[in-house]
């Protein structure tokens, strides 16, 4: 009989705002070093939350991407270089046949540009009422003002290909969208192509960049944010009584996915094991949580079950943790349901603590981070961890990293919309 | 009982009811818009951007039953609420037996409680929609 | 875990017609739903033609109607689909925490109107100032956009409104979204992660948006809207409960890069233990010209009577197959393009009514 598939972690590539490699991020997470700052990217003096955690341009344009990507987007651009910076990671090429080979990955929807999309209004509103809107116009604006290829950039789509593409890889590529589970939710579909024989490596994560001038609308409209413009390296305080909101982030995480004997067989450095994968939807409201946090739980449960571990044996959590009211309290209540009377001796600490929340790109980002922990057996820190709520009493590694054994761990990502996902990630020996 | 400020009370009973779907007919002036009426959280966000654009007035955010109700607790909430519960028996009070906490203010707002709030920034009681 | 995956139900909306078996009857009739675009005044294209969906009401299928407010139009042809697939299947179950969700859809609508409107009375200014824009787009956009435009709510949407909490996803890969959905999906049953699946395409390019950035390649092919979606179940399960099977997931391939349809073709029928010749069958929105197969096997072909649905053409040609008629080993493909290819092959067992 043959052994199971299973599916270990040769590559990581980062482009983050705690650094674009690994040693870096590593460093800048144990260290519980906070990556926000004022928004330097365009003005926002017009904004009530002013502040994020925004990757270097210098470090994203360091990666030298082929001309297929001249042109593209940001948010293209992010997923192309932290592909190749997880393949030069894995050894710098493909170790299987391309067929065998793909690409499954999250991405946002923010490949739209403002300038562009803006100024095709110009003209079409009589007033602010939307039905005095004349359609023809910017149906005329549109026309006018789109650049060539419209379709390809628009299409978040057609990113998975053209990563395909550079790598020469033609077997499964696929594009999910499942906002702030998205890049779990990718980790978790190559998994399952590796464990069910689709393919023998996948190139999987998650990018996103909505730091841009309808992003940030966006989110301050739904008052997510938080608004802690004096102090920007204390406004991510997941867990924390005085949290009031997430901090936006950006960024790209992807790693290189391979069928564990296949990797042991060509001597690769495995990083840790994607043991199993867990989705639900909370089914109730479209932003607030469930109150018993039944969809996180199920999740939880299903990566646990798919692991083929059990609760008892989780040694750390990666929590969601974006530092807002409804998300810390709810996700604090499913950890307690999932690990019963053993909670408050699990460690959880949450990444965007120290890099805001990336969206889409934050499940993959969080992947690695757990990776990280299981390969050096150590936590890092929930920072800006000063005054208790008394609705959040975990374990959640105040401020300092910390040293713990650990060989099966669990990353959380909850969506808006209520999907919710889960990886088990397991520590790879030898 | 009388409805309140006549054409205020109908404008805001129409925005509510265009928020949560429902016919305005269908709601009392002293429904609970979370415990009566089904309202999310998102729901009185896009209540407050409605009642901004159809009054032309700025709502600081959560702020739609200011007028009626101090909020802090020691610094007016109790004689508020204690005012409120006296002039809105058709309100469900049996639903909170001990005392109001700041928390709980979110609950108590009502068609009612918005239309005071609108009428205490001055926004016509009677004249045309 | 390799269980067998059944499909037991389907439901659609194509610009044929508001209900798959309007839509079936349409096409085997050879009628074709383009006209001018109804959404919006289209006259600024070279054609304002479009395929939409004539005459839904998005209210015959939301239970909970509030959240109509933040269910764009390829929401609300999502639950539509999903919903009438969910009927035809005959599925009562108490608790949907076994029933999963996956929808693949192609673009994002950011309701130029509202920014437009928001934007006035300087849209040159708000392209250039920030902080105008800021001030613009912070007072004159509803806090509901976000929610609106986000592709994955049309899961979540599908996920409220019939009470399903098992996984749930959206997949973006272009044309190919909607089969690799319901590749994806018969995986997750396959595999022991759900006992059911709503699965398949839900997509409009009939925004203005879409619609130019469609209009720029100049293929002629007008820009549509629509949503197919089958109900898929774990053979064992589907067999307890005594559900109609109109057909066995037999094999299901996604690839990309060059030749990439042929081998999605290729790895679908090894898959499925056929060959080539074996099948009688293949639709999707063009497969007329796709070589290989037996002279004799059956084409189905959508994209002509609908035009471009994107994610939504290979399920809806799937489910217009499952009406019977049309073979019993079916090949249906989603073309490469800007996004992957993918193949799914179904056994046809009794035609769905």
């Known amino acids: 009989m043959t052994e199971p598939r299973r599916a270990v972690i040769t590559g990581i590539g980062l482009v983050t705002a705690a650094g674009g490699d690994v040693a870096s991020f590593w460093r800048t997470l144990l260290d519980g070093r906070s990556c926000a700052g004022p928004i330097r990217r365009f003005d926002v003096s017009g ?96 026309r006018r003002d789109l650049r060539p290829d419209a379709r390809a950039r628009l299409t978040p789509g057609s990113i998975p290909v053209a990563i395909a593409a550079d790598y020469g890889l033609t077997g499964p590529a696929m594009s ?64 924390d009584a005085g949290r009031d909101g997430f901090v936006l982030g950006e960024g790209a995480a992807v790693i290189v996915l391979e069928e564990r004997a296949h990797a042991l067989a060509r001597g690769a450095r495995i990083y840790a094991e994607v043991a199993g994968f867990g989705g639900a939807a909370d089914a109730y409201r479209v932003t607030d949580p469930h109150p018993d946090g039944t969809g996180a739980v199920l999740a939880m449960t299903r990566a646990i079950a798919d692991a083929g571990c059990t609760p008892d044996d989780i040694g750390y959590v990666n929590a969601h943790g974006t530092s807002t009211l409804a998300n810390d309290r709810a996700e604090t209540i499913a950890l307690k349901r999932l690990f019963g009377g053993r909670a408050m001796r699990v460690p959880v600490s949450s990444t965007k603590s120290m890099i805001g929340h990336a969206t889409v790109a934050a499940g993959a980002i969080e992947a690695v981070a757990t990776a990280l922990t299981l390969r050096d057996q150590i936590v890092h820190p929930t920072i800006n961890h000063d005054t208790r709520d008394p609705e959040c009493d975990l374990d959640y590694v105040p401020n300092v990293r910390r040293r713990t054994q650990v060989r099966w761990a669990l990353s959380n990502s909850f969506a808006f919309g209520g999907q919710t996902a889960a990886l088990v990630l397991r520590q790879h020996a030898g | 009982m009388t409805q ?41 966000l896009d209540l407050v951007f409605r009642i901004e654009s159809a009054f032309g007035i700025k709502v ?29 028996p058709g309100f469900r009070w049996d639903r909170f037996p001990g005392p109001i906490a700041k928390q709980d203010l979110p609950r108590l707002i009502t068609i009612r409680t918005i239309v005071e709030y609108l009428a205490a920034r001055g926004l016509p009681a009677e004249g045309p929609s | 875990m390799n269980r067998e995956v059944v499909v037991t139900g389907a439901g659609a909306l194509t610009p044929l017609g508001a209900t798959l078996a309007e839509t079936r009857a349409a096409f085997l009739a050879g009628r074709r739903g383009i006209g001018p675009c ?55 179950a108490e608790t949907g925490d076994r029933l ?54 049309a899961s979540s949407h599908v996920g409220m409104q019939l009470s399903a909490s098992g996984p749930n996803s959206t997949i973006m890969s272009d044309a190919a979204a909607g089969l690799q959905a319901i590749g994806e999906a018969a995986d997750w049953i396959r595999r022991g992660e759900c006992d059911a699946a709503l699965a398949g395409g839900a997509d409009t390019i009939v925004t203005p948006a879409a619609f130019a950035a469609a209009a720029q390649d100049g293929r002629g092919v007008p820009p549509a809207e629509g949503a197919a979606m089958l109900m898929l179940e774990d053979a064992e399960s589907a067999g307890r409960r005594g559900a109609p099977v109109a057909g066995r997931v037999r094999g299901y391939a996604t690839a990309t890069g060059a030749c990439a349809e042929s081998r999605a073709i290729g790895a679908a029928l090894r898959e499925s233990g056929w060959t080539a010749r074996d099948i009688d069958g293949v639709c999707g929105p063009d497969v007329d010209r796709i ?14 009577a609908m035009g471009d649905t994107v994610a939504a053409a290979s399920p809806a040609a799937l489910a217009i197959a499952l009406g019977g008629g049309f073979g019993t080993r079916v090949l249906c493909v989603a073309p490469a393009g800007i996004g992957p290819a993918a193949a799914l092959a179904i056994e046809m067992v009794t035609q769905l009514p």
């Open chain 3, 291 to 304: 070589d290989g197969f037996d002279p004799g096997a059956r084409r189905l072909s959508i994209v002509a």
């Open chain 1, 47 to 142: 904004y009530p939350s002013r502040i994020a955690a925004e990757v270097s341009d210098a470090d994203l344009d360091r990666t030298p991407l082929p001309p297929r990507w001249d042109g593209c987007g940001r948010l293209a651009r992010l997923a192309a270089a932290a592909a190749a910076r997880a393949v030069e990671d894995a050894g710098g090429a493909i170790a299987c046949a391309p067929d065998r080979a793909g690409v499954s990955l999250a991405t946002g929807i923010s490949t739209w540009d403002h300038a562009e999309v803006i100024h095709a209004c110009t003209g079409a509103a009589r007033s602010r009422r939307e039905e005095d809107v004349d359609l023809r116009a910017v149906a005329e604006g549109l």
């Open chain 1, 176 to 239: 999910v969208m499942t906002a702030c589970a998205g890049g779990t939710q990718a980790i978790g579909d190559a998994a399952r192509w590796i464990r069910s024989g689709r393919a023998d490596t996948v190139i999987a994560g998650g990018a996103d960049c909505e730091i841009t001038p309808m992003g940030l609308a966006s989110f301050c409209l739904l008052g997510a944010l938080s608004r802690r413009n004096d102090d920007p390296a204390a406004a991510s305080r997941p867990f």
């Open chain 3, 100 to 153: 999963g969700v996956l929808v693949g859809t192609s673009t994002f609508d950011l309701q130029m109107a509202k920014l437009a409107a928001a934007v006035f009375p300087d849209a040159a200014r708000a392209t250039q100032e920030i902080p105008f824009f800021a001030e613009r787009a912070l007072s004159g956009v509803t806090p509901l956009w976000l929610l609106t435009v986000l592709p994955n709510m």
């Open chain 3, 38 to 92: 109804r959404a919006f005044d289209a006259s600024p294209f070279a054609s304002a033609d479009a395929g939409e969906v004539p005459g839904f009401d998005p209210r015959d299928h939301f239970r909970a109607t509030k959240a109509l407010k933040v269910a764009d139009r390829r929401s609300r042809l999502a639950v539509a689909a999903a919903s009438m697939a969910l009927a035809s299947a005959g599925w009562h």
């Open chain 2, 4 to 44: 309140p400020r006549g054409d205020l009370h109908a404008r805001v009973a129409t925005i509510v009811g265009e928020t949560l779907d429902r016919h305005p007919s269908g709601m009392h002036a002293d429904s609970s818009l979370i415990d009566d009426l089904g309202a999310e959280s998102i729901d009185f």
């Open chain 2, 60 to 88: 600081p955010e959560q702020d739609i039953w200011r007028g009626s109700i101090r909020t802090e607790p020691g610094g007016g909430l109790e004689e508020d609420v204690a005012a409120l519960r006296t002039r809105t």
